[in-house]
């Protein structure tokens, strides 16, 4: 595993939480970095996307909640979730996406948020 995620956790609903992924510098200098989720019983869904440019883009559901961003000295990625729902509940995933359209995944990370 290339890509190393960690952050996250349980959370009340209405509560924050960072999401964090290093990756190495091969790949973090060139692929758009991005996260995935997972919740139980349902397909892997986009969540949010930066380019090694910056240029970002969220799934409609998280807009104005997430952020996603870069620290390029630290090679990390990181995704800031504000005002979490219950339906934010899921295991979430580290993504690498080169020039080529080749995935590089990390291993997942649970964000429970719940009451």
């Known amino acids: 595993v290339q890509l190393q995620a960690s952050g996250g956790g349980l959370v009340q609903p209405g509560g924050s939480l960072r999401l964090s992924c290093a990756a190495p510098?091969?790949?973090?200098?060139?692929?758009?970095m991005g996260w995935y989720r997972q919740a139980p019983g349902k397909q892997r869904l986009f969540v949010a996307v930066?380019?090694?440019?910056?240029?970002?883009n969220y799934a409609d559901s998280v807009k104005g909640r997430f952020t996603i961003s870069r620290d390029n000295t630290k090679k990390t990625v990181h995704l800031q979730m504000n005002s979490l729902k219950p339906e934010d509940t899921a295991v979430y995933y580290c993504?690498?996406?080169?020039?080529?359209?080749?995935?590089?995944w990390g291993q997942g990370t649970q964000v429970t948020v719940s009451s």
């Open positions: 510098g091969s790949i973090f200098s060139t692929d758009a």
């Open positions: 930066i380019t090694s440019g910056g240029s970002t």
């Open positions: 993504n690498a996406r080169n020039a080529y359209g080749s995935d590089t």
